[in-house]
């Protein structure tokens, strides 16, 4: 239910005054969540590391295929939804010492511009997590583009590290070592694919 009310109010702001909002040269994509992964790794008990993911999530993406600078993405994560194989682990980081999803029920991503860096290129927008926005860059890759049984597929990686500290996230317990028992750095990654739903306005 959260991706769909998300999904719907994203396309009603991109597809309002009969749609006159979809840029020209861009297309309107949609995350495909059964093709699509919003993993993150990060060091636990200061020798080795979790990986986790989110499974509940939504996003779309204006694709300008002949100038990706003019191109941008939104999304949102279903904080609850976060999953690392460990029941107890998993309610640990949805609890108030970490992600705290009853105050924060989301983790939100919107895009302010595309930007042509060292043969690549990189999203820049604002990161939400935990009530708290920063902006970051991501560099990412659009993967491909076909049609498939009728359908226009677009494939697409992207990965960005983060500092917990810089969204409120403080939990700093030590192990009997001295090591942290939970990492500051976060290693975020998204690959999937997205579903054409609206062309470029002529």
Known sequence: MHRKRYLN??????????????AAGADLYVTDPSHTTVSFTV????????????NDFS??????????????MHG?????????????????????????????????FASKRVEARDGGHVLIGDLTVHGVTKEIAMPFTITGTLVHRG??????????Q?????????????????????????DIELIGRAIKKASASP
């Open 43 to 54: 060091r636990h008990l200061a020798i080795y590391k979790v990986r986790g993911k989110f």
């Open 76 to 108: 949102s994560i279903n904080v609850a939804s976060i999953d690392t194989d460990n029941e107890k682990r998993d309610n640990d980081l949805r609890g108030e010492q970490f992600l705290d999803a009853a105050r924060f029920p989301d983790i939100t």
């Open 162 to 186: 983060i500092n917990r500290h810089d969204f409120g996230i403080t939990y700093n317990k030590l192990t009997d070592s001295g090591g942290l028992i939970v990492g500051n750095t976060v």
């Open 9 to 22: 109010v994203v396309l009603a702001a991109l597809l309002s005054a009969g749609g006159v909002s979809i």
């Open 151 to 160: 359908t226009t597929l677009l494939g697409f990686e992207g990965s960005v």
């Open 59 to 72: 996003g779309t993406i204006m694709y300008d295929e002949h100038d990706l600078t003019k191109s941008s």
